[in-house]
């Protein structure tokens, strides 16, 4: 959460730094700031709320300043007020830092610089950073770094000083050439131009200007020069390290003519699919051909013998990994295990042997689901017993993340990146994932039939045209439709099997965006309490599709209809069932029950934006949520 950037080169910085803000504006909108270096001064403006807020305030301002830093706030310590808004400074107003964590000893350090003498005027753990480094810097002392900038040493001396996440950038007005940037437990990358640095929080804001970027690891710090880059540890050993060169085009964090990037981002999704369906299958496989249909890339010894699964996610991709719990059990037998990453790193289960632990996360970079793998990891390898020794996967459409540097085997799930804070595609294709997971396991376990996998397989490779029709023939109903629910107030999602998790998944959507309550439950649930919530006010929405619960769903929703509720139905196409059931419809193709969740979560998607839309909300940047969190 909250985004970071940083420019130094031969360019004016202002227009740069509001470009990469623009860009990471889904990390954090509480408010806003930038601080620029030019002769001699160092020049600061914020505003609470969104970056428009801020750039109303720079409009017409000249600046020449080649070199600042910039940040996009989501607040933790300190209320959305424009004097907790970063940059943060020391006493003389000399040295600028933005922060994206925490730090946990703040009010220690706080008390011993006031102390010191500095005075302090935020609410923030922020502002600790520029009076430490201050601190050093007016009684320098033989550091480790000797030899180099006194600035730079500062730097690293306060860090040392730091407990908690933290990622940084420093600006000092008596050091006008150098930027700082650090890096602990918050991500922070930097992107290599031609005579010209940048850094940022995440890559979106790097890509418009160069694909050569290094992401820090935790413990380092850098120092950028119109002239170069040194990466050090925070030892102050010095480090060699080169920029990797991501295969981004900057088209993608573009709307591209739709209103909102999540409504850009639903339509995506037929795409993302078949790029999952390129990269998973072997084409040329059929059923005598004597090797497996799945290409994971995975190295062989992962999925050798398990006995047991576990996944570590939060939120949507929590959701992703109920359905991947359906599909391993039900297809390849391994008893699957699903936490959240934020229980799991505090109250984990007793070690299992042969156990598989997966980390699904969208973003690569989510707090809780980063520690949860590497407690995991450390407490299995501390074990010292084979059985027990760590195996580690990561699903996650960001394999350059911290996800991607912490756990050796990935699977990318080629969504690309992801800017409407809801997640949709990124959803879509880890549950790609996840079937092409169980096929591959199912086929090494021979718990189904060739027969029997190509069959799933075909009906995966339909999914594309399948979603293409649901987006076509929907959209316009549903954007009608929402018009009914604008001042609900509450809603009740149902669904059964593979489809409870889009239940959730469907209301998760809705109360993010449109801020109207909304809870999913298993359908057969309803009665054992929630069924009290029913009356005329209370829309339920069921997914009720073909299979062996079908015709339990669709008692559910007359027991639901018998309490008046509006009922809305994500059915199959031409069920005349269906029609004499619900009130209103949302027909998806008809497919079997085991890969409809990719159908059936379209329509919920489609319908939670509209809403949110019709109520006049900002659907990419909804209140009090950023895309990553980064915090615990
Ligand atoms: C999804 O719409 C939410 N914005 C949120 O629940 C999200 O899925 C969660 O924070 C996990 O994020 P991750 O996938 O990046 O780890």
Redesign the pocket.
């Known amino acids: 959460m909250c985004g970071i950037v940083g420019y130094i080169g031969t360019r004016a910085a202002h227009s740069i730094l509001i470009e990469g803000l623009q860009k990471l504006e889904y990390r954090g909108y509480d408010s806003a700031g930038v601080a620029t270096i030019s002769e001699g001064q160092l020049t600061r403006v914020r505003a609470k709320g969104k970056l428009q807020n801020l750039r109303q305030k720079l409009n017409g301002l000249e600046d020449p300043a080649r070199v600042g830093i910039g940040h996009t706030r989501w607040a933790t310590h300190g209320k959305p007020e424009e004097h907790n808004a970063h940059p943060h400074t020391d006493t003389q107003a000399r040295i600028a830092v933005v922060q994206n964590g925490i730090i946990e000893n703040y009010r220690d350090l706080r008390e011993k610089l006031k102390a010191k003498g500095h005075s302090f005027r935020s609410d923030t753990d922020t502002e600790v950073i520029p009076h430490l480094i201050a601190e050093f810097l007016a009684e320098p002392t033989e550091g480790a770094l000797s030899g180099q900038s006194l600035f730079l040493e500062a730097v690293r001396q306060s860090v040392n000083q730091l407990q908690g996440a933290f990622a940084l950038a420093v600006v000092n007005a008596d050091y006008p050439d150098e930027l700082i940037v650090v890096r602990q437990q918050a991500p922070l990358a930097i992107g290599f131009g031609q005579g010209e640095f940048f850094c940022a929080s995440d890559t979106p804001a790097i890509v418009p200007h160069t694909r050569a970027v290094l992401p820090l690891e935790n413990g380092e710090l850098a120092l950028l020069t119109p002239l170069g880059a040194s990466i050090y540890d925070f030892s102050g050993h010095r480090l060699k390290k080169h920029p990797i060169t991501l295969n981004w085009n900057p088209i993608m964090v573009e709307k591209q003519g739709f209103k909102h990037f999540m409504l850009k981002e639903i339509y995506e999704q037929p795409g993302v699919v078949r790029a999952c369906l390129e990269a998973y299958l072997n084409v040329d496989w059929q059923t005598d051909s004597g090797y497996s249909p799945v290409r994971l890339g995975l190295a062989a010894p992962l999925l050798q013998a398990l006995q047991h699964i576990q996944i570590v ?5 929590w959701h992703a990994s109920l359905v991947g719990k359906y599909l391993l059990e039900q297809l390849a037998g391994i008893p699957t295990f699903v936490q959240y990453a934020s229980e799991f790193r505090y109250s984990p289960a007793p070690l299992m042997p042969n156990t598989l632990t997966i980390g ?7 707090a809780d ?1 980063l520690a949860a793998l590497e407690m995991e990891q450390t407490r299995r390898t501390q074990s010292g017993t084979a059985a027990y020794q760590p195996r580690m996967l990561g699903i996650t459409n960001r394999p350059e993340s911290s996800l991607g540097r912490l756990v050796a085997d990935i699977i990318d799930t080629h969504a690309g990146i992801e800017i409407g ?3 949709t595609k ?1 959803f879509t294709a880890q549950l790609m994932a996840f079937y092409f997971l169980a096929l591959e396991l199912a086929y090494q376990r021979q718990t189904l039939s060739l027969d029997q996998i190509e069959a799933i397989l075909d009906g995966l490779r339909q999914l594309p045209a399948q979603m293409e029709l649901v987006l076509e023939s929907q959209e316009r109903y549903i954007e009608e439709l929402a018009h009914d629910f604008v001042d609900t107030q509450d809603f009740i999602f149902v669904g059964r099997g593979l489809n409870y998790p889009i239940a959730l998944e469907g209301a ?2 809705l109360k ?1 965006i449109s801020y109207i309550h909304a809870e999913g439950y298993p359908a057969g649930e309803m009665k054992h309490g929630p069924i009290a919530l029913l009356d005329a006010k209370v829309p339920v929405v069921a997914i009720a599709m073909p299979g062996p619960v079908y015709e339990k769903v669709l008692s559910n929703a007359q027991e639901a209809k018998a309490r008046d509720a509006q009922l809305i139905g994500v059915v199959p196409m031409n069920d005349p069932e269906a029609e004499e059931t619900f009130d209103s419809l949302l027909p998806v193709p008809v497919v079997d029950e085991l890969i409809s969740p990719l159908l059936t979560v379209i329509p919920l998607q489609l319908l939670s934006y509209h809403i949110a839309a019709r109520r006049g909300l900002d659907v990419d940047q909804p209140r009090n ?1 950023a ?3 980064t915090v615990e």
């Open positions: 996610a939060c939120g949507t991709s699904v996360t969208q973003s690569g970079e989510t689901t804070v809801a997640a990124t998760l959507k993010e949520l895309k990553s969190v």
